[in-house]
């Protein structure tokens, strides 16, 4: 079987979509509706919008938490079911708050057997009126959280399902590395050897390997819009890509303004080598160096921690390796009809 | 010819073909003064910002100037001839130490302009004359080897501009992030990182131009 | 291909002008269902650039044909 790859490549990328969205999310809060400030001394009522959540078929065993760091924590005083994706939860905030902080931000957490456990951060600001500070009625009470049964990706409150887009978007970039990777190998294979067979390999990677770069940034967009709030928010990451993109295009320019193929083919190859070694300088070194809306970059996490659980690995790591193997498919059969035209311009230059 | 004598002789041989047009020279000078006197008209009062980062798209924009035309004179039967005797290696070397060189004069005359015109907001001078040493030598790795790409094409003009850009790019940007901190703009103590950055940069450059060059070379 | 370039560009115009007036709908209709119409218009859009693959290499085989049809 030569063409495992190809089958192999085709079958991740529907288990990729397949798995990617049928597997649900975690019940989580989306919205927690303050009708009065939070202040010291005073109950507080906050009604929590879940997601996916089946509040009315665990009246019993909810329990919630408003928290302030580790330490610090208090307990509800009562939950009333609205529907099942509305609570009201009330709490008696302490008369003091345990850091020095005029006001500190509370995250709202509510269990269920059930739905397992959801976390809202920054559900309250809390303002101290008082002015002490003291730990005395907050503790340490959260305890026996419940994880939720079965299957699922985590909960994010502003990507919410667009998480899914994890295996979509991030394995584009990925892919576009490795097959930009095989096209300068190729390119360097090329100088090696003279043989035009390669540079033809190197040009067809080079050009999947742009379709996944302008696919990368337009799935990006997309997905900006509705979590970032605009299409290109002038990212450091989205700027590099485009200019990594300007790199490629540029190696298509220079390749077309030679008449002669040899000369093309090894200037192409000699400039494609060049320009592959900064691709890491400029996707990977500068975005370090300012702030950036990814994760990795500029405070935010990276991608481990509770953003990519194993469910998500299960799905993330196979639609890379799909996404790989189907573009070095697509390159394969440019490459191979640009090498049947290289044998019938041969061809036709003989016989004339 | 030992392979340093070999640079010795060719980059004696940039000076004094350069010293024979001196025009082209004194044409880039003067381009660097009447852009920072344009900048300076249209903000007559030059803030920090705008002061930082004009100087160094300037600066790219007189490098790429004095830098394309390094390999355009290169392609005459006689020059073939003289450069069948060299190593490859001594010929992109020379042409890289030869227009460092130049690209420092220019980065000092650059800085005396902007002083004297627009002000010398800069405040941690050794880090800045440090910053425009390790500019100048990427600009010039830079642009020495991408113009040696683009003077085998005709519209060269323009190939030069659209190759060099987008790689120039992160060598720019960790140069006007370094010399924020040289003008006091921001206060952050690990500049060193910058810095090795930019050194590793010049040197992943270099090794890729000595590996790549002997390619581009022969005809 | 100058009647192909009209077009992108009359569609990208109307795209922009749709999304300036249309803005509020339009997101609506994206984060309603917890976004997942995000997710809709990623896998779409991906897979219009495949299509777009697919278009090339028609162009290029047609272009091959037509050369074997000419050479005999």
Known sequence: MKHWWKILGVLLMIYSIVAGLAIPLKPGIYDAITASKAITGAPIDIVAVGYLTKFDNTKDDLRAWLKVDNEHAIASTAIKVESESRLKVSFDIPNNLPSADKTVDAALIIDSKKNGYSIFPSAVFIKNTVGTNSAAGWTNAISNMTQHQGMSFPYRNILQETIRNLFYHVPLWFGMMIIFLISAINSGRFLKTKNSKFDHKAASYASVGTLFGILGLVTGAIWAKHTWGAYWSWDIKQNMSAIAMLVYLAYFVLRNSFEESEQSARIGAV??????????????????????????????????????????????????????????????????????????LDKAFHSA | MSFTSQIFHLIKKEFVLEWRQRYALSGILLYVLATVFIVYSSFIRVPDTAWNSTFWIIIVFASVNAIAKSFIGESGNRTLYYYSLMNPYAVILSKMIYNTLLLLILCLLCYAAFSFIAGNPVQNVQLFYLILFLGGTGFSITFTFISAIAAKSKNNATLMAILSFPIILPILMTLINLSANALGMIKDTAYTNDILILIAIDLILVGMALILFPFLWRD | MKETISYIFTFLFLLTQNSLFAQTAHDAFMRSNGKIYVVIGVLISIFIGLVLFMVIMERRLKKLEKELNENG
Do not use: C
């Not at chain 1, 469910?311 to 070095?328: C, D, E, K, Q, S």
């Open chain 1, 271 to 344: 400039y494609n080598i060049f320009a592959f070694v900064t691709l890491p300088m400029l996707l990977f070194v500068i975005p370090r160096l300012t702030d950036s809306l990814h994760p990795g970059n500029g405070g935010n996490p990276g991608f481990g921690g509770e953003d990519l659980d194993n469910n998500m690995r299960m799905v993330f790591y196979p639609a890379i390796i799909g996404f790989t193997l189907f573009g070095a498919w697509m390159a394969n059969i440019l490459y191979r009809l640009k090498a049947v035209q290289q044998r019938l």
